[in-house]
């Protein structure tokens, strides 16, 4: 078992158009707290203590968020657990010379060394309860699978009793409606894949190439998720996870909770 996060925060966020032309895509607010607030909380909640983000883009403004963040479990003394940011502009350069979901586990070799981390975007949410489900031990990796409706605008988890077989990305046929929901329990293996990719037909060095190499071995296994995933990728999911929230919060306070910082 881990308590340790790696959390991808370096892209532009272009999709969001121009709402992150002053602010990276993690820091837009969502009911008046930045939507990277949310997932820091879950992660907490879910018992990871050290969380170490990848930033790049306007990464002075997530230094500033985290300066006045706090954890939501008042009983969490702040010798208890450890926020660090690691530049990948510093590391590897801006975007146009290395880029792609695969970099910011390039950076964080030297941080994590010999242990077992989980991995994940910070435009994505995911549930206190799938949070701990992938946080696994022993000798194997793990990527977070959900069953979707339209799998072919995803990467779709090709299975093999248990086993993960390959990543298909948006497939053009239909092989499968378990994609890749873009969670992952690594082994430090995952580094030594890292090191062999090549750029990816679109320019990227892909995380999903490195798991791939993986795959090959038979050292990842699927972890199906339980609960409901966000990806926060466009200005509508501004007003979809707005309206969650508001439906949780309501949904607590029905069943005796106060509906405040809730979780899910």
Known sequence: MTKKVVIAAAGEGTR?????????????????????????????????????????????????????????????????????????????GPKQKKYGTACPLECVKDVVK????????????????????INIGG?????????????????????????????????????????????????????KKISKIRKSPRGEYEITDAVNLLAKEKKVKIKELKDIWFDFGNPSDIARFSRFLKALKTLRRFLGGNGNRTSY
């Open 16 to 92: 969001m158009l121009h709402l992150t032309k002053h602010k990276c895509k993690p820091l837009i607010r969502v009911e008046k707290r930045p939507f990277l607030a949310y997932l820091l909380d879950n992660l907490f909640r879910a018992g990871y203590r050290e969380l170490i983000l990848v930033v790049g883009y306007k990464e002075e403004l997530i230094k500033k968020f985290l300066s006045r963040y706090k954890p939501p479990l008042k009983s969490l003394k702040k010798s208890q657990y450890k926020i660090i940011m690691v530049s990948q502009y510093d590391i590897l």
């Open 114 to 133: 010999k242990n077992h981390f989980v991995y994940l975007c910070g435009d994505n949410l995911y549930s206190v309860r799938d949070l701990k489900a």
């Open 139 to 191: 000798r194997y990796s793990y990527v977070g699978g959900i069953y979707q409706k339209n799998p072919e605008k995803y990467g779709v988890l090709i299975t093999d009793k248990g086993f993960l077989k390959k990543i298909v990305e948006k497939p053009k046929k239909f092989v499968g409606n378990l994609i890749n929901a873009g969670l992952y329990k690594f082994t430090p293996e995952i580094f």
